[in-house]
């Protein structure tokens, strides 16, 4: 008899053995996919891990439906890699194969299936079961791959659905589907027919009468003599001072003609750029830096200054490793600023990049997924957010993560909760790879790592082109109030500032990390604030929606005209987020272009180019936005850079506090000036002699390192203690109590090392769970796997406990 190994996408902790017939087992190869039942009715698409001939004791083996790949769609590295995330991260091999896996490879009976509404189909060239199905979905919007079975009558549909998903005729539910138009510019330019000498008096007698249509003909010869580049409608239509009707007159007539072209697009079909590309001396010694530490240690990190230049440094390197003909990972830590750095990579390397994160379809993400597996020329090159980690890579070469300090690289739900930085570094262990870790304000871990001699180290202490760093300048907020020198949340010196920066034609950043109009809205006869029902917090007002919102569970109500409490109508909002920041600038500047960029504006697929492109093309003065506005976009035009309230991050209850506001100040304030002329930052403030506000206003890291590092030592934090942190939630408020306090006796009892708890968390209820928190701080000279070990034996036990198993535990491992 013969058996497979199969991983499920479930969230469960072991693999589960199918039986097979002889001319399967001889075929099956670890990595391919076999449809299989799992409980009474339901079917999944499983992974093979192994192929072997030991029956099960505990239960029968029930025999595999079919197999769904003529060769292995994962590679033997990345299930040894799973098998590492899984163990280290404590969690369910399940979890990681269903995060790594596009759904559109993962079809199991739960899944909707939709048509896509504008595709036409030829029903000559559909099979008698896919024209079936097809048919179906014109009589329901949607099925379930359950509905679809007992429609075709037999089980084995998922190869039928996979062809008719890559034909592109139906699609899976949960996609989002948004088509972004990219933006068109509209240029004229004079007909061919009057080119010549000759034409150029015929022209004249033809707009003998028409004086305004001479006007404009003038208007378009003056623009092509200065300018020297294409003429726009637009400029066209101000520097004639007519009207875009009287130039539709002209095309009409055949004098101009019109044509567009595309700004900023996001599919690339555009033409490699021949320029080679020449690092200045700074950049050129820390390229040759890199490489000679890339030769001893497997990992570097450059910690170069922001606008250092660090993007042409991997450029460079991308190159060194393509010429070896090996893949290239490039991670970001988040997708807004992949669509900067595509269209960067890609005016050198042409269509070899190739995309892969979360807001690209199901259908993208298969294709990048397959172009991996057989190191195809297109996806030579790989950006993507963390998820990116998990592709079936054939040779990876080198891997990049950029702005490794990023909070974003750790995921916090659902499991796996990996650090993609810790996970790269393994893999490319497993691939005898290199990594390259870039930033200019590190995390304290990594820094730690390069001075224990662990990671290279290359420092890039200049800007590109010797632009200088940005001017900062402090305003104490305690002292404007007082001095009645406030307009809203804007003091008088940041407004001239803006005023002056606008006069320029040059654009403004302003950062407020908190988004929505207001977090509280106050009653103020009986002090009422009007909370989430589910969770422990109170609802953010939305001023543009007039709504309330619970930013953890999504509930939201109307704004309420009275009080709840005591139906007062004296309602207050404290506080302020990037809304009120917006509405603030309309009325403070009625004539500069505001735009916003925070979760609520950038919902869709393309949300974040439209904003981008917006801003790079100079439609937007001033862009008002939270920490996404922190990582490394480029944009050569911003002179002045506003932080609306440096104090709100600063006085977070978690030992980063003062780490994470260094580095998101430091960030912010390096979008400033990244052109010929200084930036100028204006960080607002109720403590401006805060040692960390100080250290950001002289740049400097090692000063801000070395207190940082004092503290973790003392009070036991990482670099020195790893954190594993359990939370325990439940609906029942006494139930979490006591067993909590079970779970933590137990704990402290058999480990040897802080374990400090239970704690109730600053927000303790969150979708009507209660929680509390359990943290275990393991010294470093201890070995981590053994104290796993007895972790998890604990917890088994925790869960064998009758009344405790409803309990939900979560682990996270080394909890940033």
Known sequence: MYFVEVILPLSLAKTFTYRISETEFHFIKKGMRVAVPFGKSKMYTGLVLDIHENAPNLYEAKEIHQILDEKPIATEIQIKHWLWIANYYMCGIGDVYRGAFPSGLLLESETIISHKPDVVVNDSELSDDEFLIYEALHHQSSLKVQDIISILNKKNIFPVLQKMISKDIIVLEEEIKESYKPKLVRYVKLHSKYETDEGLGQLLEVLKNANK??????????????????????????????????????????ILEEYFIQHDRVSYEGKVSEKQL???????????????????????????????????????????????????????????????????????????????????????????????????????????????????????????VDEEHEQTFKQVDPAPRYHARDSAVVLANFH????????????????????????????????????????????????????????????????????????????????????GYSPIIECMTCGHVPHCQQCDVSLTFHKHKNQLRCHYCGYAIAKPTHCHSCSSIDLTTKGFGTEQIEQELISLFPKAKTGRMDQDTTRGKFGFEKIIDAFKNREIDILVGTQMLAKGLDFDNVSLVGIMNADNMLHHPDFRAFERSYQMMTQVAGRAGRAEKQ????????????????????????????????????????????????????????KLKEGSMWLYQVLSQNLSMPVLGPEEPAISRIRNEYIRTILIKIPQNLPLGGTKKTIQKILNSFEAVAQYRAIKVVINVDFY
Request: proline share 3%.
């Open 213 to 254: 249509q001479k006007e404009i003909v003038l208007a378009y010869f003056q623009l092509r003599a200065s300018e020297k580049k294409p003429v726009t409608v637009k400029n066209l239509v101000e520097v004639s001072g007519s009207t875009t009707a009287a130039v539709k007159a002209l095309v009409d007539k055949e």
């Open 278 to 400: 020449l690092l200045s001396d700074a950049q050129e010694n820390a390229f040759t830096a890199i490489k000679e530490s890339l030769i001893e240690k497997e990992v570097c990190l450059l910690h170069g200054v922001t606008s250092s230049g660090k993007t042409e440094i991997y450029i460079k390197l991308i190159e060194e490793y393509l010429l070896l003909g090996r893949q290239v990972l490039y991670l970001l830590p988040e997708i807004a600023l992949t669509t900067q750095l595509v269209s960067r990579l890609r005016l050198h390397f042409g269509d070899r990049v190739a995309v892969f994160h979360s807001k690209y379809s199901n259908n993208e993400r298969v294709e990048v997924w397959r172009q991996t597996l057989e190191n195809s020329e297109k996806a030579q090159i790989v950006i993507g957010a963390r998820s990116a980690l998990f592709l079936p890579f054939a040779d990876l070469g080198l891997l990049i």
């Open 432 to 515: 005898k790879a290199k990594v390259l870790l870039g930033s200019a304000t590190p995390s304290i871990e990594t820094y730690f790592n390069t001075q224990t001699d662990k990671y290279g180290l290359v420092s890039l202490k200049e800007r590109y082109n010797n632009v200088r760093m940005p001017e900062i300048v402090l305003v104490d907020l305690k002292d404007k109030h007082f001095r009645k020198k406030m307009t809203g949340h804007f003091s008088d010196l940041l407004i001239e500032e803006i005023a002056e920066a606008l006069s320029l034609g040059e654009q403004v950043i302003l950062f407020q990390n908190r988004r």
């Open 679 to 734: 930036g100028k930052v204006v960080i607002q403030t109720y403590n401006p002699n805060h040692n960390t506000i100080q250290q950001v206003t002289t740049n400097n890291y090692a000063g801000m390192y070395k207190e940082q590092l004092y503290d973790r030592q003392i009070y036991k934090y990482p670099p020195y203690f790893r954190i594993i942190k359990l939370t325990l939630k439940h609906r029942d408020f006494d």
